[in-house]
């Protein structure tokens, strides 16, 4: 019965932990229900160490927490292989269950390793257990191409623990929740001096954000902005005389009547290659362009049989030639088909295929004094290739730009867990991110991370608003720029490794 009931227990904590990020119902990050649901699971690894459990059972409660968790986070995959794909519901389901399980093994090896290897007291324990954690969630964001979404740091872009983020990021900001945590639940009150020490850690960590704040960089100027949400529901988007005639329509008429110094559509607005588009509709969209005051960003496939790109085009007055930015970090299962899986395309009737990716760090967009970065929908979970446009201050954007289509999830918290990670990016880099998406969420976002402008989603609209560019590099621009998530990555192995020949030479 007690086994029953721990396990019961990781269960319940990971489904926290997915809450957390997105609460169901109000789409708010709960930082606090994250905290708990850490402290969960740090408190139950010590009871299986307590008890001297092996490292079966160890990695078995870690995998059961983190499979409930990350099947809880994405379970609205469910949504595009089943609704859209026309996979069968049971089939659909075990995709689901299966990708999580398969990424929750990597939270197991760092639970068992944990309860095996890690050691007793309460900071050292504490320390370890964060290390593991932040080891887990980096392999999970890298390893085979990567599939961070959910991040457990995601749940802090509001509370106390936001500070963080302009200093290490959302894996950083994971790693120091990930120790207040486990301090808090390894806490042994029979240990003053530990206790203490543990007690002074969790003041760190808290009162750091508070006395050290980095600079916001300088404002750059205001720009007006136009985002255009069309509404276009999946099931037609591609269907001809129907869907792609009603975008054709309607982004052509808001692209021309528009008023605001920069108009953007959303991720593949125009769903056509422009060699399948009516006689002169991109070029009269170039045409409105190339005089005044305007610009605009408009997202369309590129390519011919050789390949394509998902991409937009920037029309803007007094240029040679359209800009273009190409989608560099492509969708596995999406926008390429990983080896050995095109039996699993060939289930769903979803026209996928292999996309060609555009380059890391492409020029950003230049107007009225802002340097534009675009990133094309998944692209903004990966903040160090983000980085990557912050390596000189004189050319690093003002503004960041997200262009979506997650209308394949249907009316889904993945709409709020997307635009907590676009909220997250922009407290990283203290920069405002601009996003326009099909069905939402279309808003803008300050510097500061915080919402100032939004349209209901899964409605059709316009949403008009100012946003004020910024300059300046944040410390986590200046590092990861140069070195990505390398210091992460090192900080956690040495953590362990030192735990790890402290515990060899005392055996």
């Not at 093994?105 to 290897?117: E, I, K, N, P, Q």
């Not at 191409?145 to 994971?174: D, K, N, R, S």
Request: glycine letters at 12%; one cysteine or more; a positive charge.
């Amino acid at each position: 019965m007690r086994a029953a009931l721990l396990a019961l227990a990781f269960l319940l904590a990971g489904l926290g932990q997915a809450a957390s990020i997105a609460m169901p119902g109000s789409g708010r990050p709960l930082w606090l229900l994250q905290l708990v649901s850490l402290g969960v699971l740090a408190f139950g690894l010590r009871r299986l160490r307590d008890e001297n459990a092996g490292w079966r059972r160890a990695g078995l409660h870690a995998w059961l927490f983190s499979t409930a968790w990350l099947s809880g986070t994405f379970w609205w995959l469910f949504i595009s292989m089943h609704t859209y794909g026309g996979l069968a519901a049971p089939l659909a389901a075990i995709a689901v269950l299966a990708l999580a399980a398969a990424l929750g093994l990597y939270y197991a090896l760092a639970g068992a390793w944990f309860v095996r290897r890690g050691p007793r007291g309460t900071v050292t324990g504490a320390l370890v257990f964060a290390a593991l954690w932040t080891l887990a969630e980096l392999v999970r964001g890298s390893w085979f191409t990567g599939f961070p979404w959910g991040a457990g740091g995601y749940a802090h872009v509001e509370g106390p623990l936001a500070g963080w983020a302009p200093w290490v990021g959302v894996y950083g900001i994971g790693a120091v929740a990930a120790l207040a945590a486990a301090l808090v639940a390894l806490a042994r009150p029979a240990a003053r001096a530990e206790l203490a020490g543990a007690a002074l850690l969790v003041a760190v960590v808290f009162g750091f954000p508070l006395v050290a704040q980095p600079s916001r960089g300088e404002a750059a100027g205001t720009l007006q902005v136009a985002l255009l949400q069309g509404n276009i529901a999946q099931d037609e988007k591609f269907v001809p005389n129907g869907g792609i005639e009603n975008a054709l329509r309607w982004y052509g008429e808001q692209l021309r009547d528009a008023r605001a110094s920069l108009v953007v559509t959303p991720e593949t607005a125009i769903p056509l290659l422009p060699q399948q588009l009516p006689a002169g509709y991109l070029e009269a969209i170039q045409a409105r362009y190339a005089s005044g005051s305007q610009a605009a960003v408009v997202g369309l496939p590129l390519g011919d049989r050789q390949g394509y790109t998902n991409t937009v085009l920037g029309f803007r007055p007094g240029a040679a030639s359209a800009y273009a930015y190409s989608k560099h970090h492509l969708v596995p299962f999406g926008e390429f088909i990983p080896f050995g899986f095109r039996w699993f395309i060939d289930m769903m009737s979803i026209p996928l295929g292999d996309f060609r990716s555009g380059g890391l760090a492409q020029p950003a967009l230049a107007w009225q004094g802002q340097r534009i970065a675009p990133n094309i929908c998944y692209e903004d979970l990966f903040g160090d290739e983000i980085g990557a446009n912050f390596r000189d201050a004189a050319t690093a954007p003002t503004i960041l730009l997200n262009v979506s289509n997650i209308a394949w999830f249907g009316d889904s918290i993945a709409i709020d867990q997307h635009l907590a990670i676009s909220r997250m990016r922009a407290l990283e880099f203290a920069r405002p991110m601009v996003r326009a998406t099909n069905t939402g969420a279309t808003v803008v976002i300050d510097a500061e991370g915080r919402v100032t402008h939004a349209l209901p989603r899964l409605t059709r609209g316009v949403l008009e608003a100012p946003v004020e560019g910024r300059t300046g590099l944040t410390p986590y621009a200046r590092w990861v720029a140069h070195l990505g998530l390398w210091p992460l990555w090192g900080l956690a192995c040495a953590i362990v490794a030192v735990a790890f020949v402290r515990r060899r030479r005392a055996a």
